[in-house]
């Protein structure tokens, strides 16, 4: 969400990698810290897979963006870097160069079902809006 929140600030258009119009989940740092102590201290959590507390609604990238321009009265202007783009920066950005295989977060849907946790310890994780006013 940095290159969202920390352009937005700057006055600058939002940016994304891949595609900006397909779901992607993203969880609330402070939030999943405290899930993450919590399957830690839970010895029936040992050996299972767990996605830690996110919003189960489905926002697209392009919505994340419109999330944080209401929120932060920027203008809600999205640039998209595409895969290749992502490459061809990479050779001169080393940081770049990594996201490169990550691509997978952004060129597909990326959805947590984290229902599991919810259940299981009675939870209702931050919402996608608050987690944009806390930012």
Partial sequence: MNMVYDNFAKGKPAQWFCNADVIHSTGFTPYLAKGTALLGNTNEA????????????????????ELFALEMNATNKIQVLPSWGLKLIGLFIPVLREMYEMRYQYDRTYFFDSSKFINKFNCEPTTNKMAATNS
């Avoid at 040992?46 to 963006?65: H, K, M, Y």
């Fill in 46 to 65: 040992f050996n299972q897979i767990w996605n830690l507390p996110v919003d189960q609604s489905l926002i697209t990238g392009r919505e994340w963006a």
